[in-house]
């Protein structure tokens, strides 16, 4: 008789460990998206300080004054400080693509922020 007690528990444990699986799967993917989440706020923080660091907004200002034919011509009439500035913001501008293909921010999200900036880089450094 007490292999049928013992049925009967396995039994309803069976039951129970599709649900219970079910469950556990539900809080993993939840696990993931926030932990997620909390990686894109991280990043995209540091990417608001580093724009701080590198005056993003003073120096996209520069490249918006910029009218050259060449980058000699750049090179020959322009300070080294305002050359090595807007060098850093194509390295900036560089770094968020690479942060957009390896999925680490949402594309949307740099593209609704930094659009113009890439807009006014294309026509001000570009021939």
């Known amino acids: 008789m007490w292999w049928q007690t013992i049925s009967v528990i396995l039994d309803r444990v ?9 469950l556990a799967a539900c809080l ?10 909390a990686m894109q706020a991280q ?30 011509d750049f090179r020959e009439s322009e300070s080294k400080e305002v050359q090595l500035h807007v060098r850093k913001l194509v390295d900036f501008m560089n770094d968020l693509n690479h942060l957009v293909v390896s999925k680490y921010v949402p594309e949307e999200q740099i593209r609704e922020i930094y659009e113009s900036s890439v807009k006014a ?7």
Request: hydrophobic share 45%; glycine share 2%.
């Open 14 to 22: 069976a039951a129970i460990v599709p649900i219970v699986t079910t």
């Open 28 to 37: 993993i993917w939840w696990q993931v998206r926030v932990a997620r989440k």
């Open 43 to 72: 990043t995209f923080l540091r990417i608001i300080d580093t724009a701080r660091d590198i005056e993003f907004s003073q120096g996209m200002d520069t490249i918006r004054s910029l009218r050259y034919n060449s980058y000699e």
């Open 121 to 127: 880089c294309n026509e001000h450094l570009l021939p």
